[in-house]
């Protein structure tokens, strides 16, 4: 029976997009398409366990989701007042939408799921309505779900979905695929939902996990969708080799206990190969496309100089630098300021790092960018500044596993101090043996 429900759950999983994408087609509608698409779900957990997992699951859903939308177009006539013209209306409309419902149902197309997307991902959205909504209709993730990967109360993600979609019927946005000037916008509205999922999942901004596999998958998935979609799309293509790349690192990015490890102390014989060859194919095919300068492209560059070395001192700083450099050029920001200067201070020593990171305006409330300060300045050997910003980043970071990675450095400049302290008292007292 277990076997079953996880069966059925995989199925779910793969199927719901489609689905979904077929019924708001048909319906204009997410919450009624929402609801049917729950009940074909319903009837699946009824009836496969007794009778097995149909041949097609996907069109046997699909079936089930018609047949619930032509019974609640019934119960609808029946409800409605007996005047000849109302139900004349409703006749013409369960003909109407049955006739469409069977063509959607029996060729559902990749474009209905490409419309679903740019739906959900529509800039009308506050982004956090957009990445829930994401979730909701193409990942088939349930509220509870979505609410507990982002560690909020599942009430107050049910009602930022409730809102998302609210604000879509409000602003009648229409289910279709933008063109010209627009595709290019929304497209990149999309990247931008895929990309935060993956980066809460990578690194947890909260809680007591340091990353979130569900999350990474989840936009791995998205974006492997996407290029299919998609196909001559770079941007497409570099975030997905951005995202392979560094998901590469997962099960060297944690300890035994879940405990944080950093780049340079990765063990990268457990980085998964394949994964880092499928990110280097497909940033091949955004270079090739004619996206090497796009930023998503230049990010997946830089991973890729990490990716294509075992050891750590074999790192090529200086091309890391050098593409930090372009991509600050073409959409500068904060981060990728802060970046680079870790860079630089691998490059030029950590010096001219923590000059880099000075050279920043902003981010003072920014937990990393303490922690880089702090990083540098032990380097430096000024540990009373470095455990200052190290406390600061403790204080400015929510990620449990981050808190305890800081207090770890901390812990190192308190054992050098001791080992300074001790050594120039022995030191003290040699001296004073001798003079006596």
């Not at 999983?13 to 994408?21: D, Q, T, V, Y």
């Not at 690192?249 to 990268?268: K, V």
């Not at 380097?379 to 470095?386: D, I, P, S, V």
């Not at 450095?409 to 001790?422: E, F, R, V």
């Amino acid at each position: 029976m277990r076997d079953v429900t996880e069966a059925i759950e995989a199925v779910w999983k793969n199927e719901s997009p489609r689905l979904m994408a077929g019924i708001i087609r048909v319906t204009r509608d997410i919450s009624i398409a929402e609801e049917l698409a729950q009940d074909a779900l319903v009837s699946a957990l009824e009836q496969w366990p007794v009778q097995g997992i149909p041949e097609n699951p996907g069109a046997w859903l699909m079936k089930a989701a018609r047949w619930r939308a032509t019974d609640s177009l019934r119960r609808e006539q029946n409800l409605a007042p007996k005047h000849e013209e109302i139900a004349r209306e409703l006749d013409a409309r369960q003909q109407r939408i049955g006739e469409e419902m069977e063509l959607s149902f029996d060729q559902v197309i990749d474009d209905d799921i490409l419309r679903l997307l740019f739906t959900a991902c529509h800039p009308v959205l506050a982004v956090e309505g957009r990445i829930a909504l994401t979730l909701r209709l193409l990942g088939g993730l349930t509220t509870t779900e979505i609410a507990r990967a982002f560690l909020v109360p599942e009430k107050t993600m049910g009602q930022r979905i409730t809102r998302a979609k609210k604000t879509l019927t409000d602003a009648q946005i229409p289910f279709e695929t933008p063109r010209g000037r627009e595709l290019h916008e929304r497209v990149n509205s999309v990247l931008l939902v895929i990309y935060l999922i993956f980066n809460e999942g990578y690194t947890a901004t909260s809680g007591s996990e340091w990353s979130r596999s569900e999350l990474m998958e989840e936009a791995l998935r998205l974006a492997r969708m996407l290029v299919n979609l998609l196909p001559k799309e770079p941007e497409a293509y570099a975030l997905l080799a951005l995202m392979e790349l560094n998901a590469s690192r997962s099960a060297a990015r944690q300890g035994t206990n879940g405990e944080a490890i950093l780049l340079p102390d990765q063990d990268r014989t457990l980085w998964d190969r394949a994964q880092i060859q499928r990110g280097l194919v497909a940033l091949q095919k955004a270079q090739r496309l004619g996206g090497s300068a796009e930023p998503y492209a230049l990010q997946a560059a830089i991973a890729a100089c990490h990716a294509r070395v075992m050891k750590a001192e074999d790192t090529d700083w200086r091309s890391i630098v050098a593409l930090y450099d372009v991509l600050l050029k073409i959409k500068p920001s904060h981060i990728v300021a802060l970046n680079r200067a870790v860079g630089v201070g691998m490059v030029h020593g950590p010096e001219a790092g923590l000059a880099a990171v000075d050279a920043i305006d902003g981010l003072s409330n920014y937990h990393l960018r303490s922690s880089v300060r702090g990083d540098l300045l032990m380097k430096l050997g000024r540990n009373t500044e470095a455990e200052e910003e190290l406390q600061r980043a403790i204080f400015l970071t929510d990620n449990l596993r981050e808190k305890q990675l800081l207090a770890e450095k901390l812990n190192q400049i308190a054992n050098m101090t001791k080992l300074k302290i001790g050594f120039a008292d022995s030191q003290k007292a040699d001296g004073s043996g001798r003079s006596t």
